[in-house]
């Protein structure tokens, strides 16, 4: 049965045109919309069978375009576009508001003792490996030993950065400068993590397809070009908030009516982040296409033992110009 719709919606892209940096955006701010998480497992696999039965017309008679996208919404927010298995909650992109806010806000607040600088160093790795690890491109597959590796060695990376620049800083620059150590860790620790996370991408290569969707063969160089565009959307993401709040900061708490309400500064810090964040995620993330795209002369020239396999699985058929491959989050 064919829905009563005005017009079909095209479920298999975006409502957006992913090539320009506005198109990204507005899809963006869509999928990662914080209202999402609260949607029940049951209301989101519905949604996922509703796209189903769209696709193959079969749909209810009564059905709306809205209810489509809705469910199209729904389903880009929790469900991985490499294997169409819904993601944990934390992990999702549409979390980085709620769960970003209150570690960002803590690690700003809280960074004068070793104690605080540890744990907070430690809670925003293991929310950052868990992230990293639900936006992974899902055709790579990835063990626990790597997992445990890459887990391990971010968290270190920041803690030592921290540590290190925390202590150095106390001897030769003013508190405000003190203020930054948090996002100079968080950096460091996101160009550890990210790749570890996804190292089997950059050992064994990443799937690349033709325009057609014709999965050709693995590229270890589009592996290094997803990831990189990756770690520095997020360095970008958090920069302002961890950036511009210390500066607010070190302003409020020279006033005498702030000084006396300390116990608000860490909830005030939090909601300060949140809005940075409900800004800066899809911004973020629209900063380079998902569907990445890797010329063939490159391939052939960096990679000749994949592109011999292309050769092989086009057959017959001509060889694309450009290849195609899904960076991640």
Same mark, same amino acid.
């Given at each position: &049965? ?38 029940? =497992? ?34 880009? !927010? ?25 570690? @960002? ?7 004068? +003792? ?13 929310? *950052? ?7 992974? =491109?899902?055709?790579? @597959? ?10 391990? !060695? ?28 948090? /996002? ?8 550890? =993590? ?15 397809? !033709? ?5 050709? +063969? ?13 770690? /520095? ?27 006396? &309400? ?18 800066? @995620? ?15 002369? +490159? ?8 592109? *011999? ?16 491959? *899904?960076?991640?989050?």
């Amino acid at each position: &049965m064919v829905g009563l719709l005005p017009q079909r919606v095209d479920v298999d892209n975006s409502l957006w045109d992913q090539t320009t940096f506005y198109g990204r955006l507005r899809h963006f701010f869509w999928v990662t919309d914080p209202r999402t998480i609260t949607v029940r =497992n049951a209301e989101l696999d519905s949604a996922k069978e509703l796209l189903r039965l769209y696709k193959i017309r079969e749909e209810q008679p009564d059905t709306t375009r809205d209810q489509v996208i809705y469910a199209k919404k729904l389903y880009e !927010s929790a469900f991985h576009p490499d294997t169409g298995e819904r993601m944990n909650v934390i992990g999702r992109m549409s979390f980085q508001v709620p769960g970003g806010m209150i570690i @960002t806000g803590c690690m700003l607040q809280y960074y004068r +003792t070793v104690p605080q600088v540890v744990f907070w160093q430690w809670v925003n790795q293991s929310f *950052n490996a868990l992230v990293n690890y639900t936006n992974r =491109n899902a055709k790579s @597959t990835i063990t626990p030993m790597r997992i445990g590796v890459a887990y391990v !060695s971010a968290t270190t990376s920041a803690l030592v950065t921290a540590l290190v620049l925390k202590n150095y800083l106390e001897k030769v620059a003013s508190p405000l400068m003190q203020r930054f150590v948090p /996002f100079v860790a968080v950096a460091a620790a996101n160009c550890v =993590n990210i790749p570890l996370m996804r190292q089997s991408e950059l050992k064994d290569g990443v799937t690349v397809y !033709s325009k057609e969707g014709q999965q050709l +063969t693995e590229s270890r160089i589009a592996a290094v070009k997803g990831i990189s565009q990756v770690v /520095f959307s997020r360095i970008f993401m958090a920069a302002p908030g961890m950036l511009v709040l210390p500066l607010i900061m070190e302003k409020l708490e020279s006033y005498k009516w702030m000084q006396r &309400m300390k116990i608000l500064h860490a909830p005030i810090q939090t909601l300060l982040v949140g809005g940075f964040l409900l800004f800066m @995620t899809p911004t973020a993330c629209a900063l380079f296409p998902q569907t990445c795209s890797l010329s063939i002369k +490159t391939l052939q020239r960096w990679e000749p033992e994949k592109y *011999n396999k292309l050769l092989v699985n086009c057959g017959s058929s001509s060889i694309p110009s450009v290849l195609f491959f *899904n960076k991640g989050l």
